[in-house]
């Protein structure tokens, strides 16, 4: 048995991933105390909610982990667990049960009528099926999720690609200013960076004939170049770490490339609009995958094309 000593910091961090109350919508919008699920599973026995914080150190059982990627599935989809339950035809016990241990693999038949039901690739929701003949073939498999928006994916996805890097950070943008913004990138960029996660920034130049065209294409005439500049600024902190590279490129954007080890986000980009509004592929690199070598691809080019950011933030 695994003992995990969490403050109550950790504690409503925990909650965030293992709450089902908050999955299935029960929780008030406006809680913010600190509980961990009523229904969580833990070494074959459930845990109460604690109502209220604690200024001790808790002691949680954590034999079983999580499957995070099929809880966030789940909500990416707007289900509730009785949703999920009574389009599979399980009960919704059975569905808490999967999203409490992520070594638990459902019977084929339901896993089908999951990835259906959720438009997730199996192999992303159960890594361990990656060698099982039966799964679809691996050009199709590379696509975990297709988002109408980027503002369609959800926060917790971010956050799970953010925080569960530990090789390398790859990110090809004009100004991706919201990461560091709405994910509070630079303590994550500092502290895995020291780890010796490689970091690698490919921003736009604002004084570019690129960036400039693109923002009149959008409609954000000067906005856009201010956004990349902000980003450029907020880089000057961490751009002499080990394991950080910036670059600045002029090279008209296609796709914003957000690469974290072996998972990637591609945000396109059709004329006329704002990158929020443009469809977000979630792929997985996977032997034989072609998908990730052409997008990766791409992201190598221009960064060979880029030109070394200083310090001083002049090139």
Not at 59 to 84: C, F, P, Q, W
Not at 209 to 225: M, P, S, W
Not at 245 to 254: A, K
Not at 305 to 312: C, Q
Request: contains cysteine; glycine residues 6%.
């Amino acid at each position: 048995m695994r003992l995990v000593q969490i403050s109550t910091f950790g504690l409503a961090l925990l909650a965030t991933t293992t709450c089902l109350a908050c999955i299935n919508g029960t929780a008030k919008p406006r809680t913010v105390t600190p509980h961990l699920a009523g229904s969580f599973q833990t070494s074959q026995r459930r845990t109460k909610c604690l109502q209220r914080p604690q200024d001790v150190l808790k002691y949680v059982k954590m034999d079983d982990v999580a499957n995070d990627r099929l809880r966030a599935a789940i909500h990416a989809s707007g289900l509730t667990i009785e949703d999920v339950s009574s389009r599979v035809g399980v009960d919704p016990k059975t569905v808490e049960r999967w999203i409490g241990d992520e070594t638990r693999t459902p019977h084929r038949t339901n896993r089908i009528q999951l990835v259906q039901l959720l438009s997730v690739d199996e192999v992303h929701l159960w890594p361990s099926l990656a060698g099982d003949v039966r799964t679809r073939p691996t050009s199709e498999s590379e696509l975990v999720h297709l988002y109408p928006t980027r503002s369609a994916v959800p926060f917790d996805i971010w956050t799970e690609l953010i925080h569960s890097a530990h090789r390398v950070v790859d990110v090809l943008v004009f100004s991706g200013q919201f990461l560091v913004e709405q994910h509070n990138l630079l303590p994550v960029i500092r502290a895995k960076a020291a780890a010796g996660v490689r970091f690698r920034f490919a921003v736009g130049d604002h004084t570019s004939a690129a960036v400039i065209q693109r923002a009149q294409e959008e409609g954000t005439t000067g906005g856009l170049e201010g956004r990349v500049q902000m980003m450029r600024r907020y880089l000057q902190e961490v751009v002499t770490l080990p394991n950080v590279q910036v670059r600045t490129h002029g090279t008209i954007l296609y796709n914003s490339i957000y690469r974290f080890d072996d998972q990637a986000l591609i945000n396109g980009h059709a004329y006329g609009a704002l990158a929020g509004q443009n469809p977000v592929l979630h792929l997985r690199r996977l032997d034989g995958g072609l998908m990730w070598e052409h997008y990766l691809e791409s992201f190598e080019r221009v960064w060979q094309l880029a030109v070394p950011e200083t310090r001083e933030g002049s090139n």
